[in-house]
Every structure is written in C-alpha cells, then in structure tokens.
T-cell receptor, first 114, second 112 residues
Framework: AQSVAQPEDQVNVAEGNPLTVKCTYSVSGNPYLFWYVQYPNRGLQFLLK??????LVKGSYGFEAEFNKSQTSFHLKKPSALVSDSALYFC????????????FGAGTTVTVRA | NAGVTQTPKFRVLKTGQSMTLLCAQD?????MYWYRQDPGMGLRLIHY???????AKGEVPDGYNVSRLKKQNFLLGLESAAPSQTSVYFC???????????FGPGTRLTVL
C-alpha cells in the first residue's frame, strides 16, 4: 500500500529565512510525487511534481523539492520565505501502476512571521 | 476558463436528509475525483471516474453515490446524511490518470 507521512504538523519560520516542509513516502513501485498548497477557505493549488529525471524539481512561487530515493523523501523547500507563504501544505504520492489513487499526507501548517 | 467549479459552497443538513453536490470542469479532462478533507487526515478519495458514464469506488465510498452522465460534470450524492459526513468536499479533475489533479474551491457540509 502507498502512504505519505508529513512528520511536522506545524512549521514556523521568520520571513526571509529558509523554509523546509518534510515529506516521506512508502510505495511498492516507482512514485509520482506532488506538493499542493491550500490557503484558508480555498481549494488545493498545485505547486510541483516529480515524475522522473532530475531529482531537484522547481515549481511555482519559488518553491522546489528534492526527490531522494534512498531516504524515500520529497522535502519542499524555499530559500527565503514570505509572509504570504503561510498556508497548509500537502504532499501526495501516486504509484505508477496504481494510477487512479492519490494518497495525501495529513498536511503541514506553515506560518511565516514578519 | 473557470477550471473546476463546485456548487454549493456551503450547506447545512439535518440527519437523514439528502443532497447532491455538483462539480463541473471546462478543461476537457477525462478523470474526475471526489475527496473529503477532515482535520489531521489529509484528503481521502471517495469516488472517481475515468470517463463519461463510468464511476468507481475510492477509499471511503460508504454513504455516497456518484454519477457522470456528462464528461464535464461529476455529481456526488448523499442519500441519507449522517453527522460523520460533516466535512469539506473537494472535486478534482485531470487529463489523464497520472497527470496533475486540479481542484475546485470546495463545499463545506455540516450535518446536524
């Protein structure tokens, strides 16, 4: 079975500091990995995805994520956080052979203080 | 291009009442999905559809039914609402099954 873990319920950082949101996954095959962001009272917005190729994936709003197969991780990073990055972040995984099911982590609330 | 839209945005039901949530997408996507979001649990797949006229069960299908009579619409029905169905419901669509899913704004449902 596929699953995703986001070990931190909350991440608090100061504006201008680096931001990291952690994600680890468990699948039996090769994964497709996604990050989504949800602002209050809004739907989920796609940030970036890893399908194959370069382990460093760049996405929207200055975010990037690194796929690490040996550690089964896909951490989301931003070099310099903004107050407007405060939101709920979800990591999700799909196994290529099980292509209809997207498994989401529980989410990490990011708060960036001015 | 409106993307994925959902109606209604909010609804309050009494236990035992029924309702239908409507999802519409204008991106010509084949795949459509219904999720529910509960605090601390992420999103869980209720039902999905791989094309017009087809539906299938996801992780948590009990108490829900769906229909996809037109490619652009995906309806989620609750025949007899229960308090355990209080949640935020999201619809999503994708061009192919492995592609990025695009989400609607959500419907907040409260069952009293």
């Amino acid at each position: 079975a596929q699953s995703v873990a986001q070990p931190e319920d909350q991440v608090n950082v100061a504006e201008g500091n680096p931001l990291t949101v952690k994600c680890t996954y468990s699948v039996s095959g090769n994964p497709y990995l996604f990050w989504y962001v949800q602002y209050p009272n809004r739907g989920l917005q796609f940030l970036l995805k890893y399908i194959t190729g370069d382990n460093l994936v760049k996405g929207s709003y200055g975010f990037e994520a690194e796929f690490n197969k040996s550690q089964t991780s896909f951490h989301l990073k931003k070099p310099s956080a903004l107050v407007s990055d405060s939101a709920l972040y979800f990591c999700a995984v799909r196994v290529r052979s099980n292509d209809y099911k997207l498994s989401f982590g529980a989410g990490t609330t990011v708060t960036v203080r001015a | 291009n409106a993307g994925v839209t959902q109606t209604p945005k909010f609804r309050v039901l009494k236990t035992g009442q029924s309702m239908t949530l409507l999802c519409a997408q204008d991106m010509n996507h084949e795949y459509m999905y219904w999720y529910r979001q509960d605090p601390g649990m992420g999103l869980r797949l209720i039902h999905y559809s791989v094309g017009e006229g087809t539906t299938a069960k996801g992780e948590v299908p009990d108490g829900y039914n769906v229909s996809r009579l037109k490619k652009q619409n995906f309806l989620l029905g609750l025949e007899s609402a229960a308090p355990s169905q209080t949640s935020v419901y999201f619809c999503a669509s994708s061009y192919v099954s492995a592609d990025t899913q695009y989400f609607g704004p959500g419907t907040r449902l409260t069952v009293l």
